[in-house]
């Protein structure tokens, strides 16, 4: 149903591609620019297509001749400890699936972000990073499971409220020390440098009684083009975070601009309420979980002779499919009303005009689709889309 629903959304957002450029933008986009973002978009929904029908025809492959089954029975040649298969059993897919999606992702940085001058790094930095994110997914994820499999020798079909609050101290730690510690393996952070740009944000942060201790610039420019800023980190762990593309693209006013919208993120609370959210939604997913672990059904769903936890997980994760899109879907109106009130927030204490030039300039230079379909926006954009937010800022 998802991969139904995701094609014709796609089909839709492209037909919505309009030649016209918005009356807003035209000073950010000449002719050309703007017919290369369309073919920016278009590039980017074909390789999304292939990889989708190559990613979901895999699955059903896999589905229909019992590979999952046999991958369940050959990894229990080496073990019969739960841990240790459960370990080998999703690694092996982990390792295939990594394989497998290798070549789209390979097209997507070196073939189409390299034609439209977006990829600053070399095949070298592309696979330390890989080795680097497959290590923490080793480490992290691997840890976890063992833990959560653990947990369910333990307790039985009671273990979800155990698991769910294990999952989400780790969701804690990872929020607070994302910047801190999981940044800074691929990326350089360095504190904003004194100067006439620290002086304006000092200046700015003072008014609205923020504290700085945290506010870093980042060499994004060492893989892209694309310009950027995020805010991140809970209690005494918050960090703002500039992209050095962003400082290099952008005027100072537009600049503390883009600020005052992430620190809008922060006096809303956002990063806290959406982490909030997510505990109860992992809370529910596990409750869900509980009540069907161990049940046959689910072991002989794909040709299994015994049931088993990470079988269980497995055939959990496609059942839970429609709700997932469900929850997403909730999760990304939720984002987008977040977004809204970070710029209203910049608009107040900062005002609207150096926020829109920022948004303007981001949206060009990052090449974005200015022209998304309602519907694809709805399903996907945990952002509004750029014309909307320039709507909004202009209103009172």
């Known amino acids: 149903m998802e991969f139904g629903l995701g094609r014709i959304l ?66 229990r040649q080496f073990s019969d400890h739960d841990i240790a298969v459960g ?9 295939v699936s990594d394989i497998l999606s290798l070549p789209f992702r390979l097209y997507q940085v070196f073939v189409i972000e390299n034609r439209f001058g977006f990829n600053k790094m070399g095949l070298q ?54 910047t801190s510690i999981f940044v800074p393996l691929f990326n350089q952070l360095a504190p904003l440098p004194e100067g006439n740009l620290r002086s304006q944000i000092e200046t700015y942060a003072g008014s609205v009684s923020f504290p700085l201790d945290n506010i870093y610039v980042m060499d994004g420019s060492k893989r892209s083009a694309k310009a950027n800023a ?27 601009a883009v600020l005052a919208h992430e620190v809008g993120h922060y006096k809303r609370n956002h990063v806290l309420k959406s982490m909030l959210i997510s505990i109860l939604q992992m809370g529910l997913i596990f409750f869900i979980l509980g009540q069907l672990l161990g049940n046959e059904l689910l072991a002989s769903a794909l040709g299994a002779e015994k049931s088993s936890f ?56 990052n090449l974005s689709n200015l022209n998304p379909h309602p519907l694809f926006v ?7 889309p750029l014309l909307d937010r320039l709507a909004a800022l202009k209103r009172g």
């Open 10 to 75: 796609e089909f839709l957002n492209m037909s919505s591609l309009d030649e016209r450029i918005p009356d807003e933008m035209r000073d950010y986009y000449g002719e050309k620019k703007y017919a290369k973002s369309q073919e920016y978009a278009k590039a980017n929904s074909q390789i999304e297509l292939v990889s989708s029908i190559a990613s979901t025809g895999a699955i059903l492959l896999v589905l229909f001749v019992g590979g999952f089954a046999w991958l369940d029975k050959f990894v």
């Open 87 to 95: 370990l080998l059993f999703f690694g092996i897919i982990f390792v």
């Open 125 to 178: 930095t592309f696979f330390v990073d890989k080795f680097k994110g497959v290590l923490l997914a080793v480490l992290f994820g691997g840890g976890l499971l063992a833990t959560l499999i653990w947990i369910y020798q333990m307790m039985g079909n009671s273990f979800w409220w155990i698991a769910w609050l294990t999952v989400s101290a780790v969701s804690l730690f990872l929020a607070s020390f994302y």
């Open 230 to 256: 995020y805010f991140s980190g809970l209690a005494g762990k918050k960090s703002i975070v500039l992209y050095d593309t962003l400082i290099e693209q952008h005027a100072e006013e537009e600049l503390v």
């Open 310 to 365: 990470h079988l269980g997980i497995l055939v959990f994760s496609f059942l839970f499919s429609p709700i997932s899109l469900v929850t997403g879907v909730l999760l990304n109106l939720y984002s987008r009303k977040n977004e809204y009130e970070a710029d209203a927030f910049a608009k107040e204490t900062y005002g609207a005009e150096h926020l829109a030039v920022a948004l303007k300039k981001l949206s060009s230079n």
């Open 378 to 384: 709805f399903f996907y954009y945990s952002h509004p």
